[in-house]
């Protein structure tokens, strides 16, 4: 079992439609969880941090769920710019960060 | 507004041919890290760098080399190039560990 794992997609969604993505983590001591977005082409940006208590930034809302040991990512009223892949990120403790291989998005007109 | 500069952004080396990928951070990061990234995988973790003066193997280490030459450089360095290390390679850096990343542009590194 991966330690991190995502449905790779393709998601292909309309604009203006509200998409979601989950992922899986394996350890459960793990500690700190972020989403990342990568271009094609491109390298990896910070999209956000993942907190307990959830989290959101403008169209955007991260979830966590420790009990089941998933994050997801919620992104409402999609866009043609937000077509990329969406890496889920875990920090599992000191500087073991695992990267996720990736969801890919495409928003369509 | 530079972050994270690595170079070059494109190498082609022939096999058993060495090489240096540079990196440096103007965010006064303390940790830096190399990662390789392939089609299908998520990025791997080469080396890191949890301060200056100190550097650890990450999960795939082997036929690699790097320097933490001061806080803001960390270069990488691969002594005799295979082609299972053709791939697209990352440097970053964070404030700590367990905080986000900035990612450098990449290299694109084919080995023949």
């Known amino acids: 079992r991966k330690e991190v794992e995502q449905d790779p997609g393709p998601f292909n969604v309309p604009e203006g439609a509200t998409v979601a993505f989950n992922c899986t983590y394996s350890n459960s001591a793990s500690q700190s969880f972020f989403w990342y977005r990568q271009d094609c082409r491109k390298e990896p940006k910070l999209l956000m941090s993942?907190?307990?208590s959830g989290n959101e930034d403008g169209r955007f809302t991260a979830q966590l769920n420790r009990a089941s040991q998933y994050i997801s990512l919620l992104i409402r009223d999609s866009k043609l710019s937000d077509s990329a892949t969406y890496l889920c990120?875990?920090?599992?403790?000191?500087?073991?960060?695992?990267f996720g291989a990736g969801t890919r998005l495409f928003v369509k007109a | 507004n530079a972050g994270v500069t690595q170079t070059p952004k494109f190498q082609v080396l022939k096999t058993g041919q060495s090489m240096t990928l540079q990196c440096a951070q103007d965010m006064n990061h303390n940790s830096m890290y190399w990662y390789r990234q392939d089609p299908g995988m998520g990025l791997r973790l080469i080396y890191y760098?949890?301060?200056?003066?100190?550097?650890d193997k990450g999960e795939v280490p082997n036929g690699y080399n790097v320097s933490r030459l001061n806080k803001r450089e960390f270069s990488l360095r691969l002594e005799s190039a295979a082609p299972s290390q053709t791939s697209v390679y990352f440097c970053?850096?964070?404030?700590?560990?367990?905080?986000?990343?900035?990612f450098g542009s990449g290299t694109r590194l084919t080995v023949v």
């Open positions: 760098s949890a301060s200056e003066g100190t550097t």
């Open positions: 990120v875990v920090n599992t403790g000191g500087f073991k960060t695992i």
């Open positions: 970053a850096s964070s404030e700590d560990r367990g905080y986000g990343y900035t």
């Open positions: 993942v907190y307990s």
